[in-house]
């Protein structure tokens, strides 16, 4: 670079006086352009939550858990498309192999531990390393952080229920069943996928709140989804040998699984995963009810743990 | 119109007393906020926020009332907390964009924004590393980018030098300074370290126990005493020798902090010449070597020390 002795106009700057690579630092610029309102820095928020879920934007540890999760939910699905569509005749198949209420169901440890593991990862996180004071200090007000924290985690639950089951009512078309058939089959699971996701994110949100520690949120959620599920399944297995039918059927309800399973049993006549599902109008709605109380309640435990939050 | 509006301000919590009815006007430019540990900064600080409801009292900020409508004053003010806030899995640049989002700026200029100010709290190439692996100096730089990258018309820093060591200080002080000077953006700094508002702030603050011990600009709290410092350089004892020959001369010396002579001095400009002038022969004759003869001024602490207030640290 050759110095060319310029005649300058301009008073002489301290960034010209560098010697070879300059930076040049315009200055201070201030920000004249729009600023959102509350909706658009919620919608913001909620995608920045979703695709935290999934270790989007975060290290690269981070991603290697929910992909793999992701990645196992998909590929029993995977396989039983390639069956489904290659020996559909050969087998004299005329529906999905596994139903899509009951795939859940087969499935729930993978999802146990998604919730378990992201749960604390959103939610304890912010609290433990006290950024929530910075979201606290900004515009948006502390019930919308809360319900869009949760709506982020019930988002990526639902992409991870809801996934395989697209993968396989995608190849049940390929393998020409029913359309109508399947759509409706298709759309009720897909119902019950939110609502088991909405489920699941609120009572681990809840946990994640309210145990700072990350490896104690991990552990904890882990204990409550799957210890509750095997006390359900064992006591539904002893009601339905023995016969006591109604008592299998309430103790479905102290599950998520084998309740929300239940749900779509009583609303889509879906085929049960259970030994006992809820039957009759009166028990449907119990289930139906106990969907939105787990809901509802989880929510407004979580305000009240963030009504104290200052910092 | 001032920034900051305070009127019989208190904050009780169940035991103790954080602000007690605090009567404060802070203007544009950058207002240093001191007092000990305890005396209720980052109380005052999150009270102006709107994060912390007070007990009594009314606060504005930029025109805003923090009680009623606190989204508008957080919209417009940027905070840089006292403690850690990072997460660490994140970059400081994902944090800034995010952040920048969530006061309301739309994706492209939340970027854009973010670049320039990390570029001006001095974090390059580390921005795109997760947090976790940053340096206490380097996470300071990224609070500070977070608080600003809304452009905001008055920053709120707690505490900003905290845990820095003396090099990344300066560095932070200077981009306060700038921040108040060259951003054109209004600055309430808070320390529990005199030395570093003096150097900084415009108008400085002092609370003590969650009451005003003084508001006043920076200059007034070190105008000069009427005293001169002498300084000597020659065998040890020296300044004690020296100041044994004022006395003798009739010059009320006495001993000051580290080696230095004080000689109050009264009177007009050709007395205080006069007394100037019998210190340097005093020094001459004794052999010694005259170092610093100067106009002693007060410093911030001494607000302190005559206003009987508490423990402050006065390092720094």
């Known amino acids: ?311 | 119109m001032h920034v900051i509006e305070t009127a019989g301000l208190t904050k009780r919590y169940p035991r103790v007393t954080a602000l007690d009815a605090l009567d404060l006007a802070v203007g544009d430019g950058i207002t240093g906020l001191v007092g000990a540990n305890g005396a209720g900064k980052s109380t005052l600080i999150k009270v102006l926020l709107g994060l912390v409801p007070a007990t009594h009292g009314t606060a504005r900020v930029l025109g805003h009332d923090v009680a009623t409508d606190g989204a508008a004053v957080r919209s417009l003010v940027g905070y840089m907390p006292e403690h850690d806030c990072l997460p660490p899995d994140v970059s400081a640049s994902d944090l800034v964009v995010h952040m920048g989002q969530m006061s309301g700026l739309p994706y492209a200029a939340a970027r854009e924004r973010a670049a320039d100010v990390l570029r001006h709290v001095g974090l390059a190439e580390e921005r795109y590393r997760p947090i976790g692996g940053y340096s206490t100096g380097m996470k300071q730089r990224a609070k500070l980018a977070q608080a600003l990258v809304h452009d905001p018309r008055l920053v709120l820093l707690d505490e900003p030098t905290n845990g820095l060591d003396p090099a990344a200080r300066d560095d932070m002080l200077a981009l306060v300074r700038r921040i108040g000077t060259d951003f054109g953006i209004a600055v309430l700094v808070s320390s529990h370290l005199l030395g570093e508002l003096e150097r900084v702030s415009d108008h400085v603050v002092v609370l003590d126990g969650g009451r005003l011990l003084r508001s006043s600009a920076t200059t007034d709290f070190l105008h000069a005493t009427g005293s001169l410092l002498v300084e000597v350089q020659g065998p040890a004892g020296s300044d004690r020798r020296l100041g044994q020959a004022l006395v003798d001369a009739g010059l009320p010396a006495r001993p000051a902090e580290g080696h230095l002579v004080e000689v109050p001095v009264a009177g007009d400009d050709a007395a205080r010449d006069a007394v100037r002038d019998r210190i340097r022969d005093t020094v001459v004759d004794l052999g010694l070597g005259l170092v610093r003869l100067q106009e002693r001024h007060h410093r911030i602490e001494d607000v302190f020390r005559d206003g009987g207030a508490g423990r402050v640290d006065q390092s720094a």
């Open chain 1, 1 to 311: 670079m050759t110095e060319v002795p310029a005649v300058s106009t301009s008073p002489p700057e301290p960034a010209a006086v560098a010697p070879s690579a300059v930076i040049h630092d315009l200055g201070y610029r201030p920000y004249e352009g729009p600023r959102l309102g509350a909706g658009a820095v919620s919608w913001a928020f909620f995608v920045t939550g979703l695709r935290h879920c999934f270790g989007l934007g975060r290290s690269g540890r981070s991603k290697v858990l929910p992909m793999i999760l992701l990645a196992l939910m998909l590929l029993p699905a995977l396989i039983l498309v390639g069956v489904l569509v290659q020996a559909k005749d050969l087998l004299g198949l005329d529906e999905q192999i596994v139903a899509y209420s009951t795939y859940p169901m087969t499935t729930q440890l993978l999802i146990s531990v998604f919730v378990a593991a992201q749960a604390p990862a959103l939610i304890s996180r912010d609290l433990r390393f006290r950024t929530i004071t910075l979201y606290l200090a900004r515009p948006l007000r502390r019930t919308t952080y809360v319900l869009v924290r949760v709506a982020s985690l019930t988002a990526a639950t639902f992409v991870l229920i809801g996934a395989p089951l697209l993968l396989m009512y995608l190849g049940g078309l390929l393998a020409e069943l029913p359309a109508g058939r399947e759509t409706g089959r298709f759309l009720g699971a897909a119902v019950g996928a939110l609502l088991l996701a909405a489920c699941l994110a609120g009572l681990s949100a809840l946990t994640a709140a309210l145990t700072v520690r990350r490896g104690l949120a991990v552990a904890a959620v882990i204990v409550v989804l799957l210890v509750s599920y095997t006390v359900v399944a064992t006591i539904q297995g002893i009601a339905w040998d023995s016969g006591h039918d109604t008592v299998g059927e309430v103790a479905g309800l102290f599950s998520p699984y084998t309740l929300v399973n239940g749900v779509q049993v009583f609303l889509f006549d879906a085929p049960e995963a259970t030994p006992t599902p809820p039957t009759g109008t009166a028990m449907g709605l119990l289930y139906l009810g106990t969907v939105a109380v787990l809901v509802l309640g989880s929510m407004a435990a979580m305000l009240g743990r963030y009504r104290t939050v200052t910092s």
